[in-house]
């Protein structure tokens, strides 16, 4: 299991990302943790497809999935990182 730390910028500026792979059945999936300015903790994972992450839950706040991409492209340099 690979596990970072990532700060992004959002709409609430900056918040701190956590994230966890785990080797599904059906694949790699993250497993991502971030708490926004009021201390309310939000839980969702990410799956790939065709060389790109999605978030799979709904339930999240817009900032959250507004950065999907940055997210995405947070786990890609992470996983290029630790093939090298």
């Not at 910028?9 to 991502?32: A, K, P």
């Not at 969702?44 to 992450?53: D, L, P, S, T």
Request: aromatic share 14%; charged share 25%; glycine share 8%.
């Amino acid at each position: 299991m690979q596990h970072f730390t990532k700060e992004l910028n959002t709409e609430l500026g900056h918040v701190i990302f956590t994230f966890n792979s785990i080797y599904t059945v059906g694949g790699m999936r993250y497993y991502i943790s971030v708490n926004d300015k009021k201390h309310h903790g939000y839980f969702f994972k990410m799956e790939a497809m065709r060389g790109k992450w999605f978030i799979e839950d709904n339930n999240l706040p817009g900032w959250v999935i507004k950065i999907q991409d940055a997210l995405s492209d947070t786990i890609n340099e992470q996983t290029s990182k630790s093939d090298s």
